[in-house]
Structures are given as C-alpha cells and as structure tokens.
C-alpha cells in the first residue's frame, strides 16, 4: 500500500542543493500576453491602455489601491467583460470575446472576492462541481447511472480527493459549505478551481477577510499548488506583504492605468508605486 | 508470496518474537484483514498475508542498507501502516524499534536519539523529516531517513534520504534471491531479545529510554487476551500517540497475538467520524480523551431544543441510577429496567453510535487516573468500560477491572501473571513476566528501580483492598501533607475538578501548606459558548478568564466539589479554598505538560510562582508580565460537621 504519486508532469531535474530551493517547474515562456488593453462602462474608464505578461508557471500578482481596477482586469481575461480596445492571447491564441465557459475549458479557473460557492452543498460536492468540464456523459447517462457515468464519477471522485487531502480538509468532506468559518470557505474555493486541473488559476483576493493565521495559510497553499502542480498563478491581492513574499512579478494599477511592472523588489524601489500606492514620500 | 513458507518451514518454531508472530498469521489467516488505513476517503486494507509481504521486503532492503542486529532504528509519525510494517521489519532482522512522539519538538527527539545510537529513521512526512534534517548534525549516528509521504520532498537532495515506495521496491527486488537468508534472520530472533525502547513522557524529569523484550510484550498481550477473550474478529483503532505503549499494545503487540485488525484514521481531525465507520469492538482511550467526548457532547446538548435538554436530562440521571448495575449483571428493579430499555432506544443508543462505540465489547483507560464520574458516565450509557493500570516499565497490564466488578474507586485486581506488594510506605511494587529488562544504558536507575529479587518500584502509592483489588492513590513523589499532618494527593482532587465540564485542566497546591488552593484552566469551548449565550463579550482566552462571571461560574463549581469533599472524612480536609483562573491553556509545546497530556508540577508551580504566593498571601489579585493582572478568588468551603447534622 505504497503512496500513489500524483499525475503531474515530470519536473525537471536539477542537481542543486535544496538551499538553493530549485524550482520544480522553472518559469517558461510567456503562457498570457495582454496587450493594450481599454475597457468602459459608459463614460467611466476602468482600465486604460494596459498591456503586461504571465510567464507559464509564475506567481504573478496584481495590485493597487481600491478602484484601481485590479476585479476588472481578472473578468477581462477570463472573458466575464469584453474590452472595447486591446488583445489578450492565451498559449497563443486569441482570447478576447470569448465566453467564460469557453475561457474555462481553455484551461482558465478563477475564485471570486465574495465567495462564490454552492452554500448548501457539501464540501465534496462543491469541489465536485469543479470538474463539470471534464464531464463526458451526458445527463440521461448520469440519470440511469449507465456505466460510463459510474466509472467517470470514480475517476472525478478520485482527482477531487486528491484535492481534499492536498488543501487538507478531509475533517470536512461532508459539511455543507454555510457551517464552515471564511478562511475554510475560501479553501474550498481554490478546491473547486484546483478541480478543473486548469493550467493558469486566477485569484480574485485570496486573502481579504483573513486572520493573519488564515492568511499564512492560503499563502502555503498557493505556493504549494504553483510547486506541486506547476499551475501558473495570477492573484489580487491588497496585503502588500503578502503579495510581496508570494510573487514572481507583480503589476500595479492605479485609476485604471498600469504605473509599475516587475519584480517585488523593483516594484517597491519605483517612485510612482510608492506614491500612489504607499503614499509615503512626500 | 509467503504462503508456501508455512509448510516447508519447522512447524516447531516457536512464536516468541514478533516477526516470528506474523508469520504463523500469514500462514493461519492469510486472507484476513490486519490493518486498515483512510486515505482519500476511502478504507484500505491489508491482509495478513500482504503485511507479511511488504514487512520482508522491508527487512530485504533494510539488511541492505546495513541495519545491523541490535541497533536502534526510531520511527515517527502518526499511526500508518507503513510505520508499523516497518517496525516488524525492524524486529525481523534483531534490531530495536525506538517508537517517538509525533509532536515532539526537534530538540526533544535529540535525546532519544542519541542515546539509543539510532542508525536508521522512518519518519511518515515532511514535517518529520524537517525536524531530523535539523538534529541531524548533532546525530551522527543516524545513516538513513526513510519517508513515507513525498508531497513537498521533491526537492530534497540528503544523500541520508530514501522514500518508502522505493525501499520496498528494493527489497521486493532483493527478495526474489534472498527469500531462505531472510527466514533464517526471522528464526535467529529470541524472545529474550530487546523488542523495544519507549521514552517515558517525563512527568517526574528526563525521559529515560525503557527496554521491553518480545517475551514480556507478548506475554502482556497474551494476558490480556485470555482476560477479555479477544478473537481475531475484533476491531482496534489506532489514534493514540506511536510512542506510548498503551497504543502499542493495542495496535501491534496485541493484534500480533490475537491476529485482529487494526484501524488507522484518516487523520486526528477525523478521528471520530472514522471510528463511527469502523465501529471497534476493543478500545483503549485515556481520561483526557474521554474528557473531550464527554464535553462534546454536553456542548451539543446544551446547543439543542428544550425537548431534547430535558429528554437527556432525564435519561442521564436514569442511567446514573442503574446503567452500571445493569451492565454489571446485578439485579434491578423491573420497571427501571424497562424505562433503561426505553431510554437506551432513544438516547444512550445513539449516544454510543454518535461517540462510534456502539459495537465496543470491551474498552479501556489507561494512562492516567480516571474521575469515578466519568468512568461511571459511560458505563451508564451502557459502554463497558474499564480501568487498566500500569506502566511502560510494566508493560502495561498490572492491574484491570473485570467484568461484573467494576468499582470507580479501585483499579480491579492485578492481572494474570502479576504479583503484587504494597510496602509500609504504600509504594506499589510489581513482580511479573512483563516487566522492563531495563533502562536503556543506565544500570544505576535500573537497579534502583528493579531489584535483584524482581520487584519493581513503581514509585505509585496505593493499597490492596480485603477484595483483592488495588487502589491507586497517586504518584508517590506528589502525595503530600498539609501543615497539620492530613495526607494530601492532589490527583484526585484534579480529577475531581476536571470532571466540570468547564474546567479543563486544574493544578491543586497543598503540600506545606495550611490549606489547599487551585489553578484552574477553563475549557475554551464550554465556558465560551457559556458566555456566548449571556452575551458576555470577551477577545480571547485571556479576556474571557479574566471575566466576573467566569470567575462565579468556577467558584460555583468548585463549591460543588467542596460540598463532596466535605462528605468524605478523609478528603474534607482538603477542600479548595481559594482559585486563580489561568490566562492561557497549559500546552505540551509550553513545557507545562507532557506530550501525553500529564502536569509537569515542577515546572507550572515555577511558571505561575507569583500566582502561587498571592493565593496563600490573602491577596485578591496578582500581576503577571504576561498577560496583567490575574484575579484571586474565594471558593465556599463546607464545615464537615455542620454538614453532617444537616444530613
């Protein structure tokens, strides 16, 4: 009864010492290419001529102030709103237009910044739910439980409780979703979004409402999804600290227009980062 | 793969090792299930016939990496079947299992180490493995580090660190040539041969290493088998700490005798709602444990309708009345033993389903001395449970109370097989097949504790009743006096205090002094859903221990087992007269307890030193750096012979 080791693809091998922590899926080439990209809602501007990369496998974050329009960037790239001006490329091709649904077969998951689950369902069937499009029978099948349907529920139940033992939440299988506290609901959610095997999970927030334990938390897990399963990670979030332990690169917004790009360390150096968002140099 | 071995092998060898034990059950009951573990949500399990399998190729790969007869090899983590296996592959070849903690801090895992010169580690995680990474360079003796789980060690490169998976597969490999040299390593085993090294939880200082034989395990478990009449059929499940014995006994030493199965839980969150599936039938759980149940489901009870309160008050008091009297077999009113059936179908039956011991023939404390009103709890709801008494030096089984007669207050007569002799000191002696050889690599300690004439000094205080059965009192080291003379033994005072349900852990001083006065440790969950429902506002443990009314609900308490304590001439002296509620939950990783849930005295009494003072100085609050100001309070005392006339 030997561990069963987990479906991923073979990461590369390098030789290093584990000081040197070796990233088990280095940083490919760009997997996301936003470029100039406007949006409006009537005579508001949301977000102006913004153009900024995701490097398969990277932790990327997007940050800025309130309003700054960091939620409409993320319903942008998964296909919730469509910008008037602008291109998104996703593995190369075109993604702007396209419906959510279809954003999401492509291999793009996202959680909400108000937790968007099922709340009367179980954990189990929540998370369930997440593999909706690797779904193949079809609903007569399911009804009279023929036998393709069977064994495709063994094979999903399988993969979501590879998920519950790696979010660690198999205390809560079975509790409907409303009984749980905020940290767990949230874990649930990236549960679901793991669900979908996606290849770039969108993060809208992770954080926001968490003690600082919970906080630390989701951190683990993020870091833990984007080393074990190579996925790569784009993520709002308000917690400068956070963002900052947890990120390849980040952009930062403000009024809609893109004011710093980079990585942590030349985000926190850059004077118009520091204005806007710290506002401390004055 | 092993079951032609049977045949070709000497039918005459004896089952005097373990190793040797789990051989004559793969050739016995080959197909029966001996260990079952949760994964994933689902139950696994493993044959008698596949444990043998895994555990000599195991052996295979551990000869390989040159484990030598009669090294030490430790192993920590939480209850896994691969740890267990291993343990046997261990044995197989002659060495010394060294079962650790699992929660023990790094620097706590050096002693044992060290001291055992452990060659080889299976540690079941990450976490484990972090913990040795860190000691390692002060363990120089340590070659190997098996791990079981590999989620987070991909990028670990020690040339010490091999995983599970791929040791079996080496030794699977291995066997296919070696099948005849590894028997023959299983045959050289003897029972005189050391088995294991269990650490004691070091409630009285450092732990000291204790060294049990197969010969005293397996008779221990044989004794206990015939005892209870454990069959290959019953059910155990493994939760508790790999490093006590009492969770050794049950899930190694034990099944290896009797040839049962073992549970493993998916995890300890999930513990209850596993147990409820599997149902065990044979169950061991220290106080502590049952404590927490016991809470659990008072806190549910007191979260339900009126209708559901006042039905389980009822059927509780019913139970109290006659629940032991019926499961003892004595005789009871008709009409209290019709209105018990009734009230077993509607509350004290799924009351066991909902605690996962409706299928539970047979279940023990051990570990610690139990309340009277706790054990006496679930006996009245119709669980048959029982206190066991001994310790890791006695391999456990010295002393049980039988069915038919269980008395709260004794610990049952002495097993079979045990001798045993109270001195004019009251110290309990004990004289058996199961005892310790001894304390590893120390022949002072040993000497002092087992004589030359194979009595050993148990250091607990106790007497043998005209019955035949043995009483505990409580360490010998705590029992104290007050100025005026009165023995003193803060155990059973402890015990009564925690049997509140608000009262989690409660630290009772008295040696010295003219009278007895309390630390109290408030349960977080009880006392704060308490205060949730008088809309009390509190923002943590601190503040909610500091609050009036909390300090009103305790002294309620306690004046209630005042009021007991009054009762009982020998105790009426040693009513709790005055009581501080700590600002913080004594905690294991605070040094304040043991890693199995025991008071370090020494060090609470040095912690909290100030509190200590002020309780006896009269004052009505103290300041502590920490956490501020502590307030003291009065408890009610009852004057025993008031009390009396009243009566």
Redesign the interface.
């Known amino acids: 009864?030997?561990?069963a080791?987990l479906p991923t693809p073979e990461?590369a091998q390098t030789?290093?010492?584990?000081d040197a922590?070796?990233r088990?899926f280095p940083i490919g080439a760009p997997i996301l290419e936003l470029d100039a990209i406007s949006l409006r809602f009537g005579g508001v501007q949301a977000l102006t001529n913004i153009g900024f990369d995701v490097l398969e496998h990277e932790v990327r974050a997007i940050i800025g102030p309130n309003g700054a329009g960091k939620s409409s960037m993320l319903n942008v790239i998964n296909g919730v709103y469509t910008p008037q001006e602008g291109s998104i490329r996703f593995m190369g091709q075109p993604l702007v237009g396209l419906a959510p649904t279809r954003a999401a077969q492509m291999g793009i998951a996202r959680t909400f910044q108000n937790i968007a689950l099922f709340r009367g369902m179980s954990v189990l069937d929540n998370i369930m739910a997440g593999r909706i499009q690797r779904m193949q029978a079809n609903f007569l099948e399911v009804a009279l439980q023929l036998p393709r349907a069977r064994r495709e529920e063994t094979e999903h139940?399988?993969k979501v409780?590879?998920i519950?033992?790696?979010l660690?939440i198999?205390?809560i299988?079975?509790t409907p979703v409303k009984r749980l506290p905020y940290g767990l609901q949230k874990r649930v959610e990236l549960g679901r979004a793991l669900a979908a095997e996606p290849r770039i999970l969108l993060l809208d927030e992770p954080m926001a409402g968490m003690n600082i334990e919970e906080k630390q938390d989701m951190c683990r897990f993020i870091l833990?999804v984007n080393?074990?399963y190579g996925t790569t990670v784009v993520l709002i979030e308000h917690d400068m600290g956070m963002v900052m332990d947890l990120s390849d690169r980040v952009v930062v917004l403000d009024y809609g227009k893109k004011i710093g790009d980079g990585t942590p360390d030349e985000v926190r150096a850059n004077p118009d980062v520091i204005n806007a968002y710290l506002g401390v140099a004055h | 793969m092993l079951g032609d071995i049977g045949t070709s092998h000497d039918r005459r060898m004896e089952s005097d090792t373990f190793p040797k034990l789990l051989l004559r059950h793969v050739k016995e009951r080959a197909e029966h299930p001996a260990i079952r573990?949760k994964?994933?949500?689902?139950w696994?399990t493993?044959s008698w016939r596949?444990l043998g399998d895994?555990v000599m190729a195991l052996a295979a790969a551990l000869r390989a990496r040159g484990l030598q007869r009669g090294a030490h090899v430790a192993l920590v983590g939480d209850n896994r079947?691969?740890l267990y296996a291993a343990m046997c592959a261990v044995q197989w070849l002659g060495a010394v299992a060294v079962p650790l903690y699992q929660d023990a801090a790094a620097a706590e895992m050096v002693l044992p180490i060290r001291s055992a010169d452990v060659t080889h580690v299976f540690a079941e995680n990450q976490e484990q493995v972090d913990k040795l990474l860190e000691i390692l360079p002060g363990c120089p003796s340590v070659r190997c580090i098996v791990y079981?789980?590999?989620?987070?060690m991909?990028?670990?490169?020690?040339p010490e660190l091999v995983s599970?998976?791929a040791l079996?597969q080496h030794g699977h490999a291995a066997l296919k040539s070696q099948r005849e040299s590894l028997l023959a390593e299983a045959a050289r085993g003897n029972g005189s041969d050391p088995a294991f090294v269990f650490f004691t939880s070091g409630t009285t200082g450092p732990s000291k290493g204790v060294v049990l034989t197969h010969a005293s395990l397996i008779d221990r478990a044989q004794a206990a088998a015939a005892m209870e009449g454990l069959k290959d059929s019953d059910v155990a499940m493994a939760y508790l700490p790999l490093g006590w014995i009492g969770q050794n006994l049950f899930s190694y030493a034990q099944p290896m005798v009797v040839g049962y199965c073992v549970c493993c839980p998916?995890?300890s969150?999930?513990m209850l709602?596993d147990m409820r599936e599997i149902g065990p039938s044979y169950l061991l759980t220290p106080p502590r444990v049952l404590e927490a149940l016991l809470t659990q489901v008072q806190l549910r009870i007191a979260d339900s309708g009126w209708l559901e309160r006042s039905l389980y008050a009822r059927c509780i008091a019913l139970a109290q009345r006659v629940g032991a009297r019926i499961l003892a077999g004595e005789p009871v009113a008709p009409s209290d033993r019709l209105a018990y059936a009734a009230a077993d179908l509607v509350i004290y039956g799924p009351l066991r389903d909902v605690l996962g011991m409706s299928r539970v023939r047979v279940a023990f404390t051990a570990g610690d001395a139990i309340a009277p009103e706790l054990l006496l709890f679930f006996r009245a709801i119709g669980i048959n449970l029982k206190q066991l008494y001994g310790s890791t030096e006695t391999g456990l089984f010295v002393a049980a109370q039988r069915d038919g007669e269980v008395r709260p207050d004794t610990v049952g007569p002495p097993a079979h097989g045990v001798e045993v002799r109270i001195t004019p000191e009251r110290e309990i002696l004990v004289r058996s097949p199961g005892l310790f050889r001894e304390y590893h690599r120390d022949p002072e300690t040993t000497a002092r504790a087992k004589r030359a004439d194979g009595w050993y000094h148990t250091g607990d205080a106790g007497w043998l009743g005209d019955d035949g059965h043995l009483r505990v009192i409580d360490r010998l080291k705590n029992m104290g006096a007050l100025n005026d003379g009165t023995v003193y033994a803060p155990k059973l005072l402890e015990n009564k205090l925690k049997f509140l349900s608000s009262v989690k852990e409660a630290v009772v001083i008295g040696d010295g002094r003219d009278r007895v006065c309390a630390l109290i440790d408030i349960d977080i969950a009880v006392v704060g859903n308490w205060a949730n429902k008088r809309s009390l506002s509190y923002t943590g443990h601190a503040d909610l221990a500091s609050l009036d009314e909390v300090h009103g609900l305790i002294a309620d308490g306690i004046s209630e087992v005042n009021a007991a304590l009054a009762l009982d001439p020998m105790l009426a002296k040693s009513q709790i007269h005055r009581f501080a509620i700590l600002p913080k939950e004594l905690d294991a990783d605070d040094g304040v307890l043991t890693r199995t849930g025991k008071l370090k005295r020494g060090v609470i009494a040095e912690r909290y030193r100030a509190v200590v003072d002020a309780l006896y100085q009269g004052s009505s609050s103290v300041r502590l750096h920490e956490s501020g100001e502590l307030k003291i309070r009065d408890a009610r005392t009852f004057d025993p012979t008031q009390r009396a006339k009243a009566a």
């Open positions: 009864m030997s561990v080791t990461p030789a290093s010492p584990i922590q070796p088990a139940r399988e409780e590879e519950i033992e790696f660690q198999e205390h299988r079975k833990d080393d074990h | 573990e994964t994933r949500g689902i696994h493993l596949s895994e079947p691969r079981d789980e590999d989620r987070g991909r990028h670990y490169r020690q599970y998976a079996l998916e995890s969150e999930t709602a």
